[in-house]
């Protein structure tokens, strides 16, 4: 019998090879995205973001996790990773061509990233966006493709994750907010 094995072995040494770089890259795959999640989970946790939020980063991550697994296995057996960028690459042209915003649907989910690991604003915040017009309010929401704010005059916002990076964009004090509602008042008595 155990001859029999490891003339099997020998016989297919590189069959073996690649099961064996196989079952090690699906194992580290596992790992990885435990770990990553981990990692978003906590990040969450600590600068207490959004469920949906950190879910949002978390699933995106995996999928690129998964992505790149994908392909080393598939050149690992032998199918080559041009094949797989090449159905992958046209898959995203079909859906960049089908919505005519891959760019702007790219740029909104990069910056809601960047957001996420720079934490620049919380949920709760006190903002100003100098943007035209300019909105004052409060950060109620922030996903993968946009900002929700809740406005001194308790309309809602909903501003793309892009402009957070692209815009001025102030967190206000209370005191920086009592003025500015002073010097507002004060204009309108004028008037």
């Given at each position: 019998?155990?001859d029999w094995f490891l003339n099997l072995i020998e016989g297919n040494s590189n069959e073996v090879i690649k099961a064996g770089v196989t079952v ?168």
């Open positions: 019998m155990k090690l890259v699906i194992i580290l795959t596992y790992v990885t995205v435990r770990l990553f999640r981990r990692y978003i989970s906590l990040t969450g946790e600590k600068h207490h973001f959004a469920e949906q939020r950190t879910a949002g980063i978390s699933k995106g991550g995996q999928t690129l996790i998964y992505i790149v697994s994908v392909g080393v296995i598939s050149n690992v057996l032998g199918f080559g990773i041009q094949g797989i960028f090449l159905a992958t690459s046209s898959f995203f042209a079909l859906v960049g061509v089908a919505f005519f915003a891959n760019w702007s649907i790219l740029s909104n989910v990069t910056a809601s990233v960047l957001l996420y690991f720079t934490f620049p604003y919380r949920i709760g915040d006190r903002l100003s966006v100098e943007n035209e017009p300019k909105y004052n309010g409060i950060l109620k929401d922030v996903t993968i493709m946009y900002l929700k704010i809740k406005t001194d005059g308790g309309s809602y916002v909903t501003l793309p994750s892009n402009v957070a990076i692209q815009k001025i964009i102030t967190i206000q004090s209370e005191a920086d907010y009592q003025r500015e509602k002073e010097e507002a008042d004060a204009k309108k008595i004028e008037r």
